[in-house]
C-alpha cells in the first residue's frame, strides 16, 4: 500500500508536489553524462581551481573529444571527475560549482527527469505515480520529506537545483 506525499505535505509545500523538486543531489545525471564545456568555460574552472588551463585540459578533460575548442569532462569511477559524495546519506556535490559549465547550470530537477526518478527509487525507494506524485511507503515519504527540508540549509547546487 503506498501513499502520495500530496496528502502528506502541510499547507505551503504544495510546490513540492507534481514537477517541480529541488534537487536531492543523487548525482545520477552527474554519472550518466559527460558535461561539454566550452573554452573559456574551461579557462574559468582552471583559474578557479588555481591551475594551467593545459593541466586543467590533461587531467579533467575526455582526450577522445575530439573538439579543439571545446572539452568533454572525464568520468572517473563512473562519475563525472567533479562530483563528490559526501556523507552516509549518499548527498553528493559538484567541487567546481561555482564554475561549473553552462550545460549543468541548465539541467533542472523534475519528477520527470528520469535521472531523478532514478535517484528517487535507489536512495529513496520512492516511486511516481500516473498522476506524477511522489509515491511510497509512510516512512519513505517522511525520511524523504524532512530531508528536502534540510536542503534549505545546503548551499545551492545546479540549478534549482544542481
Ligand atoms: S554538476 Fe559538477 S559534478 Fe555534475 S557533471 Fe557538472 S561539473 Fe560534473
Ligand atoms: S538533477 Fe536530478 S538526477 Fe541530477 S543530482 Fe539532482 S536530483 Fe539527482
Not at 51 to 61: G, M, S
Not at 93 to 119: F, K, M, N, Y
Request: proline share 5%; hydrophobic share 35%; net charge positive.
Amino acid at each position: 500500500m503506498t501513499e502520495t506525499i500530496a496528502g502528506r505535505l502541510p499547507h505551503g509545500d504544495a510546490a513540492l508536489i507534481g514537477q517541480a523538486i529541488p534537487c536531492f543531489r543523487c548525482g545520477v545525471c552527474c554519472r550518466k553524462y559527460q558535461a561539454r564545456l566550452e573554452l573559456e568555460e574551461a579557462e574559468h574552472i582552471a583559474a578557479y581551481l588555481k591551475i594551467l588551463l593545459a593541466d586543467l585540459v590533461e587531467k579533467y578533460t575526455d582526450h577522445r573529444w575530439p573538439g579543439q575548442s571545446s572539452y568533454l569532462l572525464r568520468h572517473q569511477d563512473k562519475a563525472c571527475i567533479f562530483l563528490s559524495i559526501a556523507g552516509p546519506d549518499r548527498r553528493t556535490d559538484c567541487l567546481i560549482h561555482p564554475v561549473r559549465p553552462q550545460c549543468c547550470r541548465e539541467w533542472t530537477a523534475g519528477l520527470s527527469q528520469p535521472e531523478c526518478r532514478e535517484g528517487l527509487a535507489r536512495d529513496w525507494h520512492l516511486a511516481i505515480t500516473l498522476a506524477g506524485e511522489l509515491s511510497g511507503t509512510e516512512a519513505a515519504l517522511a525520511s524523504f520529506y524532512s530531508f528536502l527540508k534540510s536542503l534549505k540549509k545546503w548551499p545551492k547546487q545546479k540549478n534549482g537545483g544542481r
